[in-house]
């Protein structure tokens, strides 16, 4: 059973990327992706135990929010940052860049579960959630900076999210932006 949260991770992984290409914007995408993978945790708390069908399409559909920004951070998102012109080129950069973010998860693999198992016996498998919604929610809040940084790069820029919002002087991103240049 499981196994449908990796495969809707497939699917997550391919459609973050899609979306992220196409906004180019990755932080923008991941942050709202967890905060939808968020709901869907609670979703499923709450709701997968009504049947096998509500059950299985849940946990496919949380899988999707959940590893679509997994997907991103440890690919896109690291290789972004191993090309940074900071970095001047330095191919071995890429490498290392990429090993420490796969490492940082690998910890996040390994304290997850035993996590998990602790608070699940002490406290039920309703605190496993509220840890795991927790966690979406604080990484949504590590990305917040990005998000508004994506978010005026591409309304400067004329791209997607600018013919959808299109910005007037009296909303409150438009606040933000001369705000920002102000300081």
Not at 1 to 22: H, Q
Request: proline share 2%.
């Amino acid at each position: 059973m499981s196994t449908l949260f990796d495969i809707g991770g497939i699917v997550g992984g391919i459609t973050a990327g899609i979306i992220s290409d196409k906004l180019n914007g990755r932080a923008y995408t991941c942050g709202v992706m967890l905060i939808i993978g968020a709901g869907m945790m609670g979703l499923y708390n709450t709701y997968g135990s009504v049947s096998l069908t509500v059950n299985i399409v849940l946990l496919l559909i949380t899988g999707a929010f959940v590893n679509g920004p997994y997907a991103l951070i440890t690919t896109a998102v690291s290789a972004d940052l191993g090309t940074h012109e900071v970095l001047q080129g330095n191919s071995k950069a890429l490498s290392t860049v990429t090993a420490i973010i796969d490492g940082t998860g690998s910890i996040g693999a390994a304290i997850g579960p035993l996590l998990t198992g602790i608070i699940s016996q002490k406290s039920g498998w309703q605190s496993v959630f509220i840890m795991l919604i927790s966690s979406n929610i604080i990484a949504v809040f590590c990305l917040i900076r990005l998000m508004i940084k994506e978010t005026r790069q591409l309304r400067q820029e004329g791209g997607l999210l600018h013919s959808c919002c299109p910005l007037n002087n009296d909303d409150e991103y438009s606040v933000l932006i001369r705000e920002d240049r102000m300081v």
